[in-house]
Structures are given as structure tokens and as C-alpha cells.
Antibody, heavy 123, light 110 residues
Framework: QVQLQESGSGLVKPSQTLSLTCDVS??????????WSWIRQPPGKGLEWIGH???????DYNPSLKSRVTLSVDKSKNQFSVTLTFVTAADTAVYYC???????????????WGRGTLVTVSS | QSVLTQPPSASGTPGQRVTMSCSGS????????VNWYQQLPGTAPKLLIY???RRPSGVPDRFSGSKSGTSASLAISGLQSEDEADYYC???????????FGGGTKLTVL
């Protein structure tokens, strides 16, 4: 059974860079039919997709974050990562990593999800 | 403002049937599968319904999904206190080239 676990800095200063890693266990990050996503949730608010990456390193990003976000994958460690530059208080959120199952070009879903990690942007 | 529109709240008493809606457009719900996620208080979201109306293993058949045109619905029958949670719909949007979520519906079991 695939499990995901986020790790990284929980406190980031404004204008600095947020970096998080997601460790995948119970399955290979290189398995076909999957991408790997980051999703965030500001306190008391809804979900926002950040972007996804597949095992070959192909990425898509949310246009609203595209200029500041980079996703990468490390197949040797079975993990993927996100960096977000020039953070502000608006980037304070719980950050989740999730496996994206791709059945067809129009059918996909997120599951499982990591437990999430709170990142606070504050000086 | 979320791309997918959900009512902010819903409520029901134990045993009742409740439904919640998710409204989108031709570039998302109208063209792509809808998924629903349940987020219990203080926990990560969990897949509840995928590809419009399919239930993952372990999800009770009290939960059902449907889709018509650019709208989708989640129904919960035989409401239980442990169903109290936030429910989010999601779909890929081909115009925005991004996954989009509804703002979430907070379900209260009275």
C-alpha cells in the first residue's frame, strides 16, 4: 500500500524559499499511470493544486504559481520535492503531497494523500 | 473565488439523506471526470468518489456520486455523526490547464 510523507521546514521568512520533500513508500515513484502532486490548504480555507510531476520529470504547474514554483523528482530516493520562491504570508498553508492516478486522458484522481505539513511564513 | 462552485454548508439529522452540489463549466466538469474528497476535522483529504460515481474500496455505499452536464452531486444516505466533515469536488480544467477544486461544503450532523 502506497504511503506518502511530507517533510521540510515549517517556518520560512518572507521573501525566502520554501522547500518540501515527499517520501513515497510501498510503491515505486517510477510506476506508470501516475503523476505526483503538491496541493496546499491555507488555514480555514479550501484546497489549491500547486503542480505535478511524473517519473520522467515532466511537469505542469498552477498558472497562478508558475513563476515561483519548481517540482523535481529523485527516483533513486523514491521522493519528489517542491520549491516556492519569494514567499509571503499568503503562502502560509498546510502542504500536502498526493499520488495522482491517471486512468485516461479525462479520468484521474488523487489518492493516497500525505498527512500534510504546516508551513508558516513569518519573520 | 473557486472555479467549481459548492454551497458552503449543508446539514442533516442522523439517518437522513443529504445532497450537495458542485457546479462547473464545459472546460472542467463538462469534459473531465469529477472526484470527491472527504476531509475529517484535522486530517488530510481522502478520496471518496472517483470518476463521477465510483467508490474506492472501503467507502460505504451510503455515499454516491452523479454527474449531468457541467454539474455534479454527492449524496449521503443514512447520515451518521462520523460523516461530519468538509467535502470537496475536483476536476481537471482544460482551459486553465490545472486541477480545480470547489470551495468545499461543510456538513454538519445535527
Amino acid at each position: 500500500q502506497v504511503q506518502l510523507q511530507e517533510s521540510g521546514s515549517g517556518l520560512v521568512k518572507p521573501s525566502q524559499t520554501l522547500s518540501l520533500t515527499c517520501d513515497v513508500s510501498g510503491g515505486s515513484i517510477s510506476s506508470g499511470g501516475h503523476s505526483w502532486s503538491w496541493i496546499r490548504q491555507p488555514p480555514g480555507k479550501g484546497l489549491e493544486w500547486i503542480g505535478h510531476i511524473d517519473h520522467s520529470g515532466s511537469t505542469d504547474y498552477n498558472p497562478s504559481l508558475k513563476s515561483r514554483v519548481t517540482l523535481s523528482v529523485d527516483k533513486s530516493k523514491n521522493q519528489f520535492s517542491v520549491t516556492l520562491t519569494f514567499v509571503t504570508a499568503a503562502d502560509t498553508a498546510v502542504y500536502y503531497c498526493a499520488r495522482e492516478v491517471i486512468l485516461t486522458a479525462t479520468q484521474g484522481w488523487f489518492g493516497p494523500w500525505g498527512r500534510g505539513t504546516l508551513v508558516t511564513v513569518s519573520s | 473565488q473557486s472555479v467549481l462552485t459548492q454551497p458552503p454548508s449543508a446539514s442533516g439529522t442522523p439517518g437522513q439523506r443529504v445532497t450537495m452540489s458542485c457546479s462547473g463549466s464545459s472546460s472542467n466538469i463538462g469534459s473531465f471526470a469529477v472526484n470527491w474528497y472527504q476531509q475529517l476535522p484535522g486530517t488530510a483529504p481522502k478520496l471518496l468518489i472517483y470518476i463521477d460515481n465510483r467508490r474506492p474500496s472501503g467507502v460505504p455505499d451510503r455515499f454516491s456520486g452523479s454527474k449531468s452536464g457541467t454539474s455534479a452531486s454527492l449524496a449521503i444516505s443514512g447520515l451518521q455523526s462520523e460523516d461530519e466533515a468538509d467535502y470537496y469536488c475536483a476536476a481537471w480544467d482544460d482551459s486553465l490547464h490545472t486541477w480545480v477544486f470547489g470551495g468545499g461544503t461543510k456538513l454538519t450532523v445535527l
